[in-house]
C-alpha cells in the first residue's frame, strides 16, 4: 500500500489553472483491473483506488502519511515552460515555414 504524493498539472482542455496548487495523496493500485467476462467493464477488488486526498502544503500531505504509517513517494512538480509570443511574429519576413492562408 504506497501511496504517491503529487500536484496536479492543469486542465489540458482549459486555461484556467484551478486545483493545481494542492497536493494530492493517493494509493498506488495492489491489484490490477480486470474485465467482466458478461458486460466487458473494467473493475477491481482494490478499494483503496478511490481515495484521493487533497492537502493545501506538500509538509501537511507528508505528516498525514507518516502519521498513519503510510509508505510515500513524491513526485516533483513540473512547471511549465511559458513561451513569450508576439501577434507580430505571424507576419515577420525571416519565418521558419511560409505564411499562408
Known sequence: MVARIYR??????QSGKARTHEWVLEFEPEQPRSIDPLMGYTSSGDMKQQIKLRFETLEEAEAYAVREGIPYVVQPVQEPSIKKVAYSDNFRFDRK?????
Open 97 to 101: 515555414a511560409p505564411w499562408t492562408h
Open 8 to 13: 496536479p498539472a492543469r486542465n489540458a482542455m
